[in-house]
Nanobody, 133 residues
Framework: EVRLAESGGGLVQTGGSLRLSCAAS????????IGWFRQAPGAVREGLAC????????YYADSVRGRFTISSDNAKNTLFLQMNSLKPEDTAVYFC??????????????????????????RGQGTQVTVSS
């Protein structure tokens, strides 16, 4: 059974940094993609960054490129999201999610604006990030 568990959220001031972690378990091969979404109250879900585990391709949403960095520790089966230069508009629940049906395509698409129709096969419970002004 695939399980994803996020940690690392919290309260930070504008301009600060946070690193989110996602502990992943249950995958039996590298034929999947894993990434980060966020959802703020009253807003649509937004895909932020994704790694295609089959070829290590990385994709970023324009809104976070240059400020956020996605990475993974394969030995520890952990995904990270380093977030720098945080802004109040980054306040949201952040969750990691895995795509397994068409991982390469889903990974590249999830970071595009309006990709709300894409449903990951698995997702964690999320971690709250609050950026104070």
């Amino acid at each position: 059974e695939v399980r994803l568990a996020e940690s690392g959220g919290g309260l930070v001031q504008t301009g600060g940094s946070l690193r989110l972690s996602c502990a992943a378990s249950g995958f039996t091969s590298d034929d999947y993609a894993i990434g980060w979404f966020r959802q703020a109250p009253g807003a649509v879900r937004e895909g932020l960054a994704c790694i295609d585990k089959s070829d290590s391709a990385i994709y970023y949403a324009d809104s976070v490129r240059g400020r956020f960095t996605i990475s993974s520790d394969n030995a520890k089966n952990t995904l990270f999201l380093q977030m720098n230069s945080l802004k109040p508009e980054d306040t949201a629940v952040y969750f990691c999610a895995a795509m397994t049906e068409y991982p390469g395509i889903e990974c590249s698409m999830m970071v595009l604006p309006g990709a709300v129709g894409l449903e990951p096969a698995y997702r964690g419970q999320g971690t709250q990030v609050t950026v104070s002004s």
